[in-house]
């Protein structure tokens, strides 16, 4: 990628496929519903992206189309798991996922990807609720800034 692409008005790494990629990884760490991957990938972003249902949605049918992902519940409330296939797959594209990483990063600095790749797993809620404010403060600031 010699130029990062615009995607919502934010530079983004996702590749063709990646973003099912991304959906895989979080389902990866454990079931979820619909929405619930709407909001972790939002949580992962701190507020920058925030896909659509008109992204997840589509994404999570061709995945269950490959066999990578298996269903369970009710229409409304359907689970999403990733199966045996979906791992494989997400296994055989790590490399490149990676590689897309390191172009994405010497397109906006180390820095700024640094943001991206900063650990937030020992943020306690509270100091996760503090943050988010901060970024979403940021991104007005920014934004505004952008604009003139």
Known sequence: MSAPEKFGGFFHFFGKGDFK???????????????????????????????????????????????????SGEERRKTYRITREGKAYLRSRRKEIEQRFRAFESAVGPQRAALLRTNMSEVTPKQADELRGIVIEMRKKVLRILSK
């Open 21 to 71: 990629g991304l959906v895989l990884h979080l389902l990866e760490e454990r079931p979820m519903h619909g929405y619930e991957i709407i909001k972790a990938i939002e949580e992962r972003y701190h507020g920058f992206y925030k896909p659509s249902a008109g992204a997840i949605y589509p994404a999570l049918r061709a995945l269950l189309r490959k066999g990578y992902l298996s269903v």
